[in-house]
């Protein structure tokens, strides 16, 4: 069995899956990501979008949740096409 970090009984809140989290606790989720990789997961789709309450962010715990799961159980994705590699093959083209 495998144990997530996201899933840590000692958690706050852990059983309550329907309560709203802030930033900082989304973070906290996520393995102590930066606020602008959680913006990018959030534009990547990999974290869901929050509500805005006040001009603050807030996310629903299950949904959280939900979306770490799913990205950890997804394959990783193929490397784009203008990577390094890429590069590479048009610096040796004559």
């Known amino acids: 069995m495998t144990i997530h970090p996201h899933r840590a009984a000692d958690a706050p ?3 309550a899956h329907d309560d709203l989290i802030d930033a900082a606790e989304l973070r906290r989720m996520c393995g102590g990501i930066s606020d602008m990789t959680a913006r990018r997961w959030i534009a ?10 006040e001009r603050r962010r807030f996310w629903r715990r299950a949904k959280v949740l939900a979306a770490l799961d799913a990205h950890h159980e997804a394959p990783p994705p ?3 096409p ?3 590699a890429a590069r590479t093959r048009r610096a040796d083209a004559p």
């Open 44 to 53: 990547r789709g990999i974290l869901p979008e929050p509500q805005h309450i």
């Open 78 to 80: 193929s490397p784009a």
């Open 13 to 15: 809140g852990a059983n």
């Open 82 to 84: 203008d990577g390094p």
